[in-house]
């Protein structure tokens, strides 16, 4: 995460509004063990704070994530991503800004960055178009912080498996598919200043450590060598 990025939600901070923080990665790269470390984080520390996913957050957003990820389902890819801006545009208006505007922090797993991913990178439909449409979706809000939980598709897809639990319709897509939506990602990360690049083959304690780091920084709290503690 680079330093105009911080300059920039330090402004809004002082404006009142919260930060705003998202966490995205391929399947199966940790995303809700991390976003759980951060919450506890906050919580112990006092930081006003909520947190919600996408697909879902209201309840409106939480039924359509049902039908998205419904392995039953044959979803063309059109219909799949204004699926996906219609739950971010409920969640949007009725979870994230609202909490944001009220000076606290949001903390989101998945936003516009996977859609971007998934949608343009994965299934390959046009980018301009889907990223005016996500603009649409989100009124223009954009992360303060995103932290990119870098992972091989392989890994990722081997740790799902040993869950032991059924697929869910986009885990389902092929080896080839969910690398594109890797290298979608890190191409956004490296011409994104708000991006912090985390491996997410590090150790949990590590990552912490790293993501701690960042989100101290954001805040404005007082730098250690602890991770989220």
């Known amino acids: 995460m680079r330093k105009r990025s ?9 404006g009142g509004r919260g930060p705003f923080i998202t966490l995205e990665g391929v399947e199966g790269a940790g995303k809700t063990t991390r976003c759980r470390a951060l919450l506890s984080y906050m919580q112990r520390h006092g930081i006003p704070h909520i947190h919600t996913r996408e697909p879902g957050g209201p309840p409106v957003a939480e039924g ?18 204004m699926l996906y801006l219609a739950s971010r545009a409920a969640n949007v208006e009725l979870v994230v800004r609202p909490a944001l505007e009220s000076g606290r922090a949001v903390v989101c797993e998945r936003y516009s960055d996977a ?6 990178g994965g ?24 932290i990119l939980l870098d992972l091989s598709p392989e890994e990722g897809l081997s740790r799902l498996g040993r869950q032991g639990r ?10 080839e598919f969910h690398r594109r939506v890797r290298d979608y990602y890190r191409r956004t990360a490296d011409r994104e200043d708000r991006f912090l690049v985390v491996d997410a083959a ?4 590590e990552q ?19 991770g989220l503690t």
């Open 64 to 81: 359509v994530r049902e039908l998205l990820l419904n392995p039953d389902l044959d979803i063309p890819p059109m219909s799949e991503v």
């Open 6 to 14: 911080l300059a920039r939600a330090r402004r809004r901070a002082e």
């Open 202 to 205: 590090l150790s949990g304690e």
């Open 166 to 175: 059924e697929p869910d319709r986009i885990e389902r897509e092929s080896l």
């Open 208 to 226: 912490d450590r790293i993501i701690g780091a960042a989100v101290r920084e954001l805040l404005g709290i007082e730098l250690t060598t602890e």
């Open 115 to 120: 859609t971007m991913a998934y949608q343009v």
């Open 123 to 146: 299934r390959g439909l046009p980018e301009e178009p889907v990223r005016r449409a996500n603009a649409l979706a989100t009124g223009g809000l954009v992360p303060d912080l995103t």
